[in-house]
C-alpha cells in the first residue's frame, strides 16, 4: 500500500503554517522540528477516552514539537520540540509491534502531523511485521485536508481537537487565527475517511462489510475500532466559544462522530505572564462546565463523553522521560 504523496517537507508544507523551510538540511520548521522524527514517550496510557484507553491502555506515542502556540499547552515540555529521542522509522515500527506485545488496545500518534509522511510510513512497515491494532491519530485539528486525506488506509480512529470556533480568540491563545476554518475542513476529511471503502478492513478479525458500515464502529468489547471523537477543552471563561463549537459539530455530522467535552483544564506556570488572558489562570468552574454539557443536551446531542469529579489535575500528563524509545 502506498501513501499519497502531494506533501513536501523540504521546503516544508505539510501544516497550514507552509513555512517553507528545508527541514531536510536541518533546518527548524515553525513546528520546532527538522527531519527527525522525535519521540517524548511510547507507553500504555490510560487517561484518554473510555473507548480508546480500555483495560489495557491505549499505546500511546507522544511526538516532540507542534505548529500550534497554545499559551495554556499541558505538553509544553514537548510541544516546543525541546524534549524527545530521535528515531527512525525502522525503530518507530518497532515501536508500535512493542506496545502491541505489552497488550495496548490501539496505536495512539499523539501531534504526529509535521512528520506524517515518515509516521505512515512506519505504520505500514509495522502492518507488514504483524501490526494489527487500530491506528489512532491524535491531533491538534490544525491540519491541512491534503494531511488528513494521505491517511486513507493509515488512520482508523481519528481523535481531533476542535478548539475554536472564535477567529480572535484563536489568533490569541494559539497564534492561528485561521483555526476555525482550517478544522473544519480537516475534520470533513476525518469524516470522510472513516466513512470511505478506504478505511481499516481489519476488525481484530472480524469479517466486516466497511463500505456498508456505519460509523463509528466498536468492537464486542466496547472499544472504538473506527470512526472520529472529537475533542473539546472548555476554556475558563469561554462558554460561548465552547456553545459554538458544539454547535457546529453536531449540526454538521450529528451523532455521526463522538463528542467528548472537556473540563480538564489546568493553568500552566507562566500562565499569569500573560496579562491578555486573565480569565486562564484559574481552572473552569462546575458552574461554567455544567452549563456547557446542559446546551449540549439541549441540542439534542446523544453521541458524547463528559468528565466528572475534579479532573483538573496535572497528573493527567505523563512524564515526557523517553519511556519506550
Known amino acids: 500500500m502506498a501513501v499519497r504523496q502531494n506533501l513536501c517537507m523540504s521546503p516544508c508544507n505539510l501544516c497550514p503554517r507552509e513555512c517553507g523551510v528545508k527541514r531536510n538540511e536541518g533546518e527548524i520548521g515553525y513546528c520546532q522540528s527538522d527531519s527527525r522524527i522525535f519521540v517524548a514517550r511510547a507507553a500504555l496510557h490510560r487517561w484518554e477516552e473510555p473507548c480508546i484507553s480500555g483495560k489495557g491502555g491505549s499505546g500511546t506515542v507522544f511526538f516532540s514539537g507542534c505548529n500550534l502556540r497554545c499559551v495554556y499547552c499541558q505538553n509544553h515540555e514537548i510541544a516546543s520540540g525541546g524534549a524527545g529521542k530521535p528515531v527512525t522509522v525502522e525503530r518507530l515500527a518497532k515501536i508500535f509491534l512493542e506496545l502491541q506485545e505489552k497488550g495496548a488496545e490501539n496505536i495512539n500518534l499523539v501531534t504526529p502531523d509535521h512528520y506524517v509522511t515518515a509516521v505512515a510510513e512506519a505504520v505500514l ?43 480572535a480568540l484563536a489568533g490569541k491563545l494559539s497564534q492561528a487565527p485561521d483555526y476555525p476554518e482550517v478544522a473544519k475542513r480537516a475534520l470533513a476529511e476525518m469524516v470522510n475517511i472513516t466513512r470511505s471503502k478506504h478505511a481499516v478492513a481489519d476488525l481484530s478479525g472480524l469479517a466486516v462489510d466497511i463500505t456498508q458500515a456505519v460509523t ?110
Not at 491519530?137 to 481531533?160: C, M, Q, V, W
Not at 488572558?277 to 446546551?295: F, G, I, N, W
Open 125 to 167: 512497515r509495522a502492518k507488514d511485521q504483524g501490526l494489527f491494532l487500530p491506528i489512532v491519530y491524535n491531533g491538534s485539528g490544525y491540519e491541512k485536508p491534503e494531511t488528513i486525506r494521505s491517511l486513507a488506509g493509515i488512520a482508523d480512529i481519528f481523535l481531533t481537537d476542535f478548539k475554536y470556533m472564535d477567529a
Open 216 to 325: 463509528p464502529c466498536f468492537g464486542e468489547n466496547g472499544m472504538l475500532r473506527r470512526g472520529v471523537i472529537v475533542r473539546h477543552l472548555v476554556l475558563p471563561g469561554h462558554k460561548k466559544n465552547a456553545k459554538d463549537v458544539i454547535r457546529y459539530v453536531h449540526e454538521t455530522y450529528g451523532d455521526s462522530v463522538i463528542l467528548s467535552i472537556m473540563n480538564q483544564y489546568t493553568p500552566v506556570s507562566g500562565i499569569v505572564e500573560r496579562t491578555d488572558c486573565k480569565e486562564l489562570y484559574r481552572k473552569v468552574t462546575r458552574r461554567e462546565y455544567e452549563a456547557v454539557v446542559d446546551y449540549a443536551i439541549g441540542l439534542g446531542v446523544k453521541n458524547a463523553l463528559i468528565q466528572e469529579g475534579d479532573t483538573a489535575k496535572e497528573s493527567f500528563v505523563p512524564a515526557f522521560d523517553g519511556e519506550g524509545v
